[in-house]
């Protein structure tokens, strides 16, 4: 790899392959996450994300193909205790509490330090429970607790595999918040998710995988806006009409309604014209705006998928 060229680089693969036998999990991926950001990893099950991530994590030994972990120059060794992650489902002791298991990995790294262990506990909502066996927790509260353990040691890079697997609606949006807070500071994390909804609300950039090939890679805006094209919602005083007239304009494409609007495939910098056509037939804008294209959308039309809600 040309080491320049990943400076700004935290995470960066070249044709990295992983073959099951006849089964090709992950093909010639090539991509690259920038340092500071959140980067989502979106794909169906079976798209090759966890694969992926362990073989970043060397977990997994690749087929072919080559990946850099945090800095050029470092061992992957190195790079693997500034990192914290957590693939697939938490592992801890049933036997012992939330705090004890915490603090059982914190001393694995030669350290003891209480108030670390009562910063994250509270960090991640298990406070009250901290005490409690492990065994006694629901599958949420197992995905808590994996997350304070990752953030043991305050980490430089983050692996976080479907990290709300298992959690009600309230919970589920209590750590898309903390996972928000935690891309800030220069920190790094790779999220593996195949629901589409909290990937567009947390990440900044993604990597959409399907059949173990990436589809595409960037950040979120701008995917989105490249097939967005220029379309605006209308509400006016006589949709009936306005239709007409709009359809009649020879810079304004597709016009439709569409639940008591007209959506209007047309230049967002001409609104003003649209306005004033609508005018000279005494037809009048209630409502305008920009129609933006969801990741959900955007997914669906790069993967050819027509399934809703996740990946």
Same mark, same amino acid.
């Given at each position: =790899?040309?080491?320049?060229?990943?400076?700004?680089?935290?995470?960066?693969?070249?044709?990295?392959?992983?073959? +099951?036998?006849?089964?090709?999990?992950?093909?010639?991926?090539? =991509?690259?996450?920038?340092?500071?950001?959140?980067? &989502?990893?979106?794909?169906?099950?079976?798209? &090759?994300?966890?694969?992926?991530?362990?073989?970043?994590?060397?977990?997994?030994?690749? *087929?072919?193909?080559?990946?850099?972990?945090?800095?050029?120059?470092?061992?992957?060794?190195?790079?693997?205790?500034?990192?914290?992650?957590?693939?697939?489902?938490?592992?801890? %002791?049933?036997?012992?509490?939330?705090?004890?298991?915490?603090? +059982?990995? $914190?001393?694995?790294?030669?350290?003891?330090?209480?108030?670390? #262990?009562?910063? #994250?506990?509270?960090?991640?909502? #298990?406070?009250?429970?901290?005490?409690?066996?492990?065994? *006694?927790?629901?599958?949420?509260?197992?995905?808590?607790? &994996?997350?304070? %353990?990752?953030?043991?040691?305050?980490?430089?890079?983050?692996?976080?595999?479907?990290?709300?697997?298992? =959690?009600?609606?309230?919970? =589920?949006?209590?750590?898309?918040?903390?996972?928000?807070?935690? &891309? *800030?500071?220069?920190?790094?994390?790779?999220?593996?998710?195949?629901?589409?909804?909290?990937?567009?609300?947390?990440?900044?950039?993604?990597?959409?995988?399907?059949?173990?090939?990436?589809?595409? $890679?960037?950040?979120?805006?701008?995917?989105?806006?490249?097939?967005?094209?220029?379309? #605006?919602?209308?509400?006016?005083?006589?949709?009936?009409?306005?239709?007409?007239?709009?359809?009649?304009?020879?810079?304004?494409?597709?016009?439709?309604?569409?639940?008591? /609007?007209?959506?209007?495939?047309?230049?967002?910098?001409?609104?003003?014209?649209?306005?004033?056509?609508?005018?000279?037939?005494?037809?009048?804008?209630?409502?305008?705006?920009?129609?933006?294209?969801?990741?959900? $959308?955007?997914?669906?039309?790069?993967?050819?998928?027509?399934?809703?809600? /996740?990946?």
């Amino acid at each position: =790899m040309a080491e320049d060229r990943y400076k700004d680089i935290v995470i960066a693969t070249e044709s990295l392959t992983k073959h +099951y036998g006849r089964i090709v999990a992950v093909d010639g991926l090539s =991509m690259a996450v920038p340092r500071g950001q959140i980067f &989502g990893l979106l794909g169906p099950n079976g798209s &090759g994300k966890t694969t992926t991530m362990g073989m970043l994590l060397g977990l997994v030994k690749p *087929t072919s193909g080559r990946f850099r972990l945090l800095d050029a120059g470092i061992s992957h060794r190195e790079a693997l205790r500034r990192t914290g992650a957590i693939v697939e489902t938490p592992c801890f %002791y049933p036997g012992l509490s939330g705090r004890d298991n915490l603090a +059982y990995f $914190q001393g694995i790294s030669g350290k003891s330090n209480q108030a670390e #262990l009562n910063e #994250l506990l509270e960090r991640v909502g #298990l406070g009250d429970r901290a005490n409690d066996r492990f065994r *006694t927790y629901s599958q949420g509260m197992k995905q808590r607790l &994996g997350l304070a %353990y990752v953030l043991l040691g305050d980490p430089e890079v983050l692996f976080l595999d479907e990290p709300t697997n298992g =959690m009600d609606p309230d919970g =589920m949006a209590e750590i898309r918040e903390l996972i928000r807070s935690l &891309g *800030t500071g220069g920190r790094t994390v790779l999220l593996s998710s195949h629901l589409l909804h909290e990937v567009e609300q947390v990440c900044d950039s993604v990597a959409i995988l399907s059949r173990g090939r990436l589809v595409v $890679q960037g950040r979120i805006d701008d995917l989105v806006h490249s097939l967005a094209g220029d379309r #605006l919602r209308v509400r006016t005083t006589d949709n009936e009409k306005a239709i007409g007239i709009l359809s009649e304009l020879d810079w304004v494409g597709e016009v439709t309604a569409e639940d008591g /609007t007209i959506l209007v495939t047309a230049p967002a910098e001409r609104s003003p014209e649209l306005t004033v056509a609508l005018g000279r037939s005494d037809v009048y804008v209630a409502e305008l705006s920009a129609e933006q294209m969801s990741l959900e $959308q955007y997914y669906f039309k790069v993967t050819g998928s027509g399934e809703g809600g /996740t990946a």
